[in-house]
């Protein structure tokens, strides 16, 4: 069947389950499932939230503004995930009411990770300062800090607060 795969080797997979994603998300989401395979989270222009046993949607994040979610992981402990942000962001020369300031060259885009808490959605923290896009953005195993990679050419490591940290140790 077209929906089973084997290698030469003898090794199959087979598919188990089809999960319609929502009208919203993006032809290239971003997938993260937590630790004990529980829920999967997409992002794109939202971030929601799928019960992996029965498929549905529990949940749903949309950010404020022009923000498009990218990268995406969650914490071992699967309390948080984490995903980069990228925001467009008029400059001040782009508020005058020219027809010029309207140009997308007037505009700067902000490339921040943000930290939600997976089952409400609350963006528990933020954290800018990458020159270009994020590539990626995980929380470190020993759940304290986050990193980061941009198109940049850096990587920033992030120490979480201790109330973060009490969270994802329970």
């Known amino acids: 069947p077209a929906d089973d795969a084997t290698a030469k080797s003898g090794i ?53 503004g022009s923000s498009r979610l990218n990268s995406l992981s969650i914490d071992p402990s699967g309390t948080f995930a984490v995903c980069s942000a990228q925001k467009v962001v008029s400059s001040t020369a782009s508020k005058s009411k020219s027809a010029k300031s309207s140009s997308p060259s007037n505009a700067t885009r902000s490339h921040r990770v943000h930290l939600y808490r997976i089952l409400t959605g609350e963006l528990v923290a933020t954290a800018g300062g990458h020159g270009g896009p994020i590539t990626s953005a995980i929380v470190a195993n020993d759940c304290r800090h986050v990193i980061s990679a941009s198109s940049d050419g850096t990587v920033f490591v992030w120490r979480l607060s201790e109330a973060i940290v009490s969270d994802i140790n329970g």
């Open 12 to 64: 199959s997979i087979h598919r188990t389950k089809t999960i319609k994603l929502s009208p919203r998300t993006s032809s290239s989401p971003q997938l993260a499932i937590d630790s004990q395979e529980r829920y999967a989270i997409v992002s794109g222009p939202d971030m929601a939230l799928y019960a992996l046993e029965s498929g549905t949607k529990v949940g749903e994040h949309r950010p404020s």
